[in-house]
């Protein structure tokens, strides 16, 4: 019997927990660029997940490059080493499109939604971009070791019927964004530079009147939000696969865990992004096996015991937006400044 | 120069650039452009409504699009006999039990004051009600869809004329857009922005997996036409008398040459004839919606409109019911992009749910309204015409730009050939930077808004 | 030879007309009042004499240089200070934090003139972690005129202290103004309160359709029969 609940906290962990612990944050990361560009330039950014794509695909042919070379990491995956490239890549396109696109608008003191569909002009931009440069297809870019734990060994190790097994990206993925949540928290917590970007989200105004410089905190917000895409995009990608049009609609998950979490709430957009990855997961998961292992042996369920298929992803996510904004619009955490 | 010679002039240059098409590509290929430039005028008209009418934000418009092709099938395919059978109890039983839990909820709230209890009693209905509705309805699915699943393995539609679609999508569409409104409207701009792109990809994703009613990605082939068909008209005598009266003297005198090259041209006269045809209903149908359009427009729900839009909080102070005359609005337009949906999947004569994509269907039509000039109809409908011309041409222009700046490198050069293959996506950065241009040098885009207070 | 000197201000909206050939000059270590009924371009002197209104003419030195070709921030760079009359303070900031953002400018140590507002407003100290958002107005008066001294500003500026704070509050702030001036900075405020703030004044404008009508100590404005009876109620 309590074997049985072994087994079926084992099926919980792996089929539930590691994946949207990973999952999470890679939406977490995203969702972060998404609440930072709406606390310090008021709008939402349509073009986020096609310049995540931007930054992923330059890792890619960093990726490609550096194998051609002989370059490994061993047991992690070579994308790695070829961050920079993508985190450089993203970071030079978010300011060259501020500089062409945005800086206008916030000079004539534009309305959010005239932002927006300048952003949506951006997307159109970096879409074609990224597909003319690497193509629509899916990738996998992911070498190295593939696993951490594996289902198999687990098993032989603890005598259970299920394994876990934890992916190397998995692995590498949430360490990796605990990282940079923890540097970025650091960041707007304790230097002056990221005080004064809190300062200036929260009263551009008095911002002004203290002589903080609004250029220089744009500036700062962009390079900090193209590192995020960057990263953001590299882990999914490693975890699942690169297609330029998943990461569109990457778009929808993530604008979802910043509005959850309370938009222009760096602390909110994380949680978000933990709170959208697991219903996802959790209402789309069939729950038959582990109700088999829980309930006596003639309940046992005919049916898959799923809530909703998988291709209802998208919906879930929705409807967990829709009931926020319609119980608590300001989020779960206040939102509107950083 | 005048506002109104403005219009003639940039209209008269695209049907210059549409004549062009036809004398140098084909005049099929000009009336295939040009009927769907229609489709999408219809389209941006509808979000016009909302976006230059009212100032709403929304980003869902593929998912209407697709609601009018949903339509198309359920108004035009015959009846599935057998699937009906199997499992069309069923579903009309979880359809009938799924109203009821709605009805029974909404009993209850009117019913019972707001309280604890209220909320668990509500919460314990809506989950008891969706049990019951799955018990009645997954076997039902899978009845149907067991049904000879190759050719049909849906309940088909009412086998009715196609042409009714063109309404019943407009139903549709405003339908949901009724529910959306209720739910997401009183958002702010950019939430209003985001909550639509969510239920396009919703209502997406549901006609892709339910497969029960539209088929799904299987999707629905040979959709009836209201206009006649190629084949029956090469074989009319009327239309080959048609095509020799008409194109006779351009022929060759010596009999037999002449018996085949007429042949020759019935073929080709067929098709645009059939084209023509097209255009001939949707130009009835733009210049039917322009002009309903144009009065709401000059009435005085029109000004009202333009009055909230321009300062809400005065007109909410001055009375004005914000929030309901958004909904009016938001369901005005959205059926009218149902509309232009249906019309799409007749002119198609099949159904792809998988060919529904945001940036086709919902962002480009977004790039028409702000080239054309929001808030002025004709516009819209010039912004259409010239971004769908540019969205088919940017290929081949595309093609010869990339071919001319490869000129110089080798034949077998990897990024001569990458560049060649890849030339189709330049029309996405194209668009993005017209969008862009216009935007920021002309925001009120070719044709403005005149505004007549 | 006054720190602060605006002379015959001519400045508006549009094509309004709000100030005409005001005049305002504050003292080191004075309190200059303005006060006048509403509409007669109080705030509207505050925001031409900050650079945040242009000027159609007139001029306006700060320790004899002159200033009127200065934006807000580099007017705040030579020595002048200003707390709005609202959204004065930043929310979503601990107290500290919007000292801190108050002496952003400065690239010496700062930890000192901060502990100096400290003493001054003792009760920021205790809630120096706390979101000034969270405060009662009344400290957030204090965070906002401790913000505007982290500068180490000569001359202050601010614009309807007490407006919505009790009166037990305002009397509080008041002497809080009172210390700021022995310190020897000048102040400049507007005033919607304006027979307590004439008790504290040194010099009192009193302002009417833009014009200077009364200039005089505060004691003597109070003493005046006309102002008594025209712009303090008796």
Not at chain 1, 215 to 239: E, H, K, P, S
Not at chain 1, 272 to 283: R, Y
Not at chain 2, 22 to 51: E, F, K, P, R
Not at chain 3, 121 to 131: C, G, M, N, T, V
């Amino acid at each position: 019997m309590s074997e049985d609940i072994l087994n079926a906290l084992v099926i919980v962990s792996n089929y539930i927990l590691v994946p949207g612990l990973a999952y999470g944050s890679q939406l977490a990361l995203g969702a972060l660029g998404i609440t930072l560009v709406y606390a310090v330039l008021r709008f939402s950014n349509f073009a986020h997940g096609d310049s995540m794509a931007f930054g992923t695909m330059f890792t890619i042919l960093g990726t490609t490059w550096l194998q051609s070379k002989g370059v490994s990491l061993g047991p992690l995956p070579t994308a790695l080493l070829a961050l920079p490239f993508g985190i450089i890549a993203a970071i030079l396109l978010c300011l060259i499109m501020d500089k062409l696109v945005y800086q206008h608008y916030r000079r004539q003191k534009s309305t959010p939604v005239m932002f927006v569909i300048a952003s949506v002009g951006v997307m159109f931009i970096t879409n074609g971009l990224v597909r003319f440069i690497i193509g629509p297809g899916d990738r996998s870019f992911s070498d190295g070791e593939r696993f951490i734990i594996k289902a198999r060994e687990f098993k032989r190790m603890y005598g259970l019927n299920e394994g876990l097994s934890i992916k190397m990206t998995q692995g590498l993925t949430f360490v990796i964004a605990i990282i940079c949540m923890a540097l970025l928290f650091w960041f707007l917590q304790r230097t002056k530079t990221g005080k004064s970007m809190r300062a200036y989200s929260d009263n551009e105004d008095l911002a002004l009147l203290s002589g903080i410089n609004p250029q220089r905190v744009v500036f700062i917000t962009w390079v900090i939000v193209g590192a995020l895409i960057a990263i953001a995009g590299v882990l999914y990608g490693l975890d699942k696969s690169f297609k330029p049009f998943t990461y569109f609609q990457l778009l929808l998950p993530m604008f979802a865990a910043a509005i959850v979490g309370g938009i222009g709430n760096p602390l909110g957009a994380v949680l978000g992004g933990f709170v959208i990855a697991f219903s996802e997961i959790a209402i789309t998961y069939a729950y038959r096996k582990f109700l088999i292992y829980l309930l006596p042996e003639q309940y046992e369920p005919n049916g898959l015991m799923q809530l909703l298929t998988t291709d209802y992803k998208f919906a879930v996510s929705f409807m967990i937006l829709v009931a926020v904004l319609i119980w608590r619009p300001t989020g779960l955490l206040r939102g509107k400044s950083i | 120069m005048g506002a109104n010679v403005k219009t003639i002039l940039t209209f008269g240059i695209m049907a210059v650039m549409l004549s062009a098409v036809g004398i140098m590509q084909s005049w099929s290929l000009a009336l295939a452009i040009t009927n769907m430039c229609l489709i999408s005028a219809v389209m941006a008209l509808g979000v016009n409504i909302q976006w230059g009418y009212a100032g709403l934000f929304n980003v869902g418009i593929m998912g209407f699009t697709a609601l009018g092709g949903v339509a198309a099938v359920l108004v035009s395919v015959s009846p599935v006999g057998g699937a009906w059978q199997a499992g069309g109890l069923g579903i009309l039983a979880s359809l009938a039990i799924a109203l009821a839990t709605i009805a029974t909820i909404v009993f209850i709230r009117s019913k019972l004051p707001p309280s604890r209890s209220r909320s668990w009693i509500l919460f314990f209905v809506f989950v008891a009600g969706i049990a019951i509705v799955r018990w009645q309805y997954a076997p039902a699915v899978l009845a149907i869809e067991k049904f000879e699943p190759a050719q049909t393995g849906f309940l088909g539609g009412l086998g009715l004329p196609i042409i009714f679609s063109w309404f019943v999508g407009g139903l549709f569409a405003a339908g949901a857009a009724w529910l959306i409104g209720k739910i997401a409207l009183g958002l702010r701009s950019d939430y209003l922005a985001i909550a639509t792109l969510g239920i396009s990809e919703i209502i997406i994703a549901m006609i892709k997996n339910e497969d029960w009613l539209t088929r799904g990605v299987k999707n629905v082939s040979g959709l009836s036409r209201p206009v006649p068909y190629e084949v029956n008209l090469q074989s009319s005598p009327w239309f080959h008398d048609l095509v020799e009266k008409v194109g006779g003297s351009s022929l060759p005198t010596e009999t037999l040459a002449r018996q085949q090259a007429l042949q020759q041209m019935v073929i080709e006269s067929s098709s645009i004839f059939v084209k023509l045809c097209y255009t001939g209903l949707f130009v009835i149908v733009l210049c039917l919606l322009l002009w309903l359009a144009h009065r709401a427009q000059k009435a005085p729900w029109g000004r009202m409109m333009r009055g909230i839009r321009d300062n809400e909080d005065a007109a909410n102070a001055m009375g004005k019911n914000v929030t309901k005359r958004h909904l009016q609005v938001f369901v005005l337009g959205s059926a009218v992009v149902g509309i232009a949906g249906a019309m799409m999947t007749t002119l198609d004569g099949q159904f792809t749910p998988g060919t529904y994509q945001p940036l086709r269907y919902t962002f480009l039509v977004w790039v028409m309204v702000i080239v054309g000039g929001s808030g002025n109809n004709l516009g819209s409908v010039l912004g259409a015409f010239i971004i769908w011309f540019f969205w088919i041409e940017a290929e081949p222009l595309g093609q010869w730009f990339i071919s001319f700046i490869t000129s110089g490198m080798a034949a077998d050069s990897a990024l001569k050939l990458h560049l060649i293959e890849s030339a189709a996506h330049m029309r996405l950065i194209f668009m993005g930077v017209i969008l862009l241009m216009v935007l920021r040098f002309s925001p009120h885009g070719l044709l403005p808004e005149q505004i007549r207070r | 030879m006054s720190l602060l000197k605006a002379d015959a201000m001519i400045a508006g909206y549009g094509k309004t007309r709000i100030l005409n050939e005001c005049n305002i000059a504050v003292d080191r270590g004075e309190i200059a009042v303005i006060v006048g009924p509403n509409g007669a371009g109080k705030s509207t002197a505050m925001k031409a004499i900050f650079g945040m209104l242009p000027l159609e003419s007139g001029s306006i030195t700060l320790d004899g240089k002159s200033i009127e070709k200065l934006s807000p921030q580099d007017r705040v760079a030579s020595g002048m200070a200003f707390v709005p009359q609202t959204s004065n303070v930043f929310v979503s900031l601990s107290v500290e934090e919007n000292l801190e953002m108050g002496g952003f400018l400065r690239e010496d140590d700062i930890n000192k003139t901060r502990d100096q507002i400290y003493s001054l407003f003792p009760i920021l100290y205790e809630k120096r972690k706390q979101a000034a958002g969270e405060l009662s107005g009344g400290q957030r008066q204090q965070v906002a005129v401790g913000r505007a001294l982290m500068t180490e500003p000569t001359l202050l500026m601010l614009d309807e202290p007490t407006a919505g704070v009790s009166p037990l509050v305002m009397d509080e702030l008041f002497d809080r103004i009172i210390e700021v001036r022995n310190t020897g900075i000048a102040v400049l405020m507007v005033e919607q309160n304006a027979k307590q703030a004439l008790e504290i004044a040194d010099t009192g404008y009193v302002l009417v359709s833009g014009e200077n009508r009364f200039t005089d100590t505060g004691e003597a404005l109070l003493a005046d029969a006309e102002v008594r009876k025209t712009f303090l109620g008796g």
